[in-house]
């Protein structure tokens, strides 16, 4: 842990089920649920991997997608945070996007406590995660809507849930993205990334499982489609079988993404 961030007094120590040691917690003490950010600094001026975990918007897989990850990460020489957001009636969007806002505008403010460059992150986002990071990389209801003038360098998405329309979409993330608005066309329209990619959308990294069991592959296809449409830079693996939340992946053929990612990452440069 950064030494100056210890000297904040922002820290607090909160212990995970199934986790074997204390883990640092910054809460946003602003709402009822668990919200806030699981720090992992260790290295002056290098990238920062925001952490967007998935769970369907009904929980926050923040160990097997979200502290796991981060320790991956860490073993490469980047920093981490792991975005805990609001779920269930806390998820109706724009709710977690702003939740997400606030993780970037931590960067902003203790960049120079933590030593680092606040503008040189990428989001890291799984599932249902992976459609907050989608959320927060657009140019109408993202980013620069919260005035942060820089967007994510790169987004690494794992099975993204990527559109809100019935036939393909995951409904339980769907009812709970637009909750008292799930019957409002509008308001899936405008939460349904495929028809709001544009040039500007960052470099992004996918995978999917060929024959996911939650979330369908058509979301990560759609959205390579509209990638390639506007010539974005992207890379798109998929791997066989029927998963969905391997996180790292361990036992499985995608065992070792995590690599990949960073290496299309570091192809950026």
Do not use: W
């Amino acid at each position: 842990m950064n030494d100056g961030l210890k000297r904040l007094n922002i820290i607090e120590n909160i212990n995970l089920a199934n986790y074997k040691s204390e883990i640092p917690f910054i809460n946003f003490k602003n709402e009822d649920n668990l919200k806030g950010i699981i720090p992992f600094f260790k290295y002056e001026n290098a990238l920062t991997a925001i952490i967007i975990p998935g769970g369907g918007f009904d929980f926050c897989n923040f160990l097997g997608e979200g502290i796991f990850i981060a320790k991956e990460f860490s073993k490469h020489m980047m920093n981490a945070i792991v975005l805990v957001y609001g779920v269930k009636e806390k998820a109706q969007y724009p709710y977690p996007i702003k939740d997400l806002v606030k993780a970037i505008n931590f960067l902003n403010e203790y960049y120079s406590i933590l030593n680092i460059n606040p503008n040189n992150y990428f989001l890291v986002g799984f599932s249902a995660g992976a459609h907050l990071a989608i959320s927060y990389a657009r140019d109408d209801i993202g980013y620069k809507k919260y005035g942060i003038e820089n967007n994510a360098k790169a987004l690494i998405l794992s099975y993204p849930l990527v559109s809100l329309k019935n036939e393909i979409t995951h409904i339980g993330s769907k009812n709970n993205i637009l909750n008292v608005y799930k019957n409002n066309k509008s308001k899936e329209a405008l939460y349904s990334h495929e028809f709001h990619i544009s040039k500007n959308f960052p470099p992004t990294f996918i995978r999917s499982f060929k024959n996911d069991s939650l979330v369908n592959i058509k979301n990560s296809l759609l959205l390579k489609e509209k990638l390639d449409l506007f010539n974005v830079k992207n890379e798109f693996i998929t791997y066989e079988g029927d998963l969905h939340g391997v996180g790292l992946g361990k036992f499985t053929s995608a065992e070792g993404r995590v690599d990949k990612a960073i290496q299309f990452i570091k192809g950026l440069d």
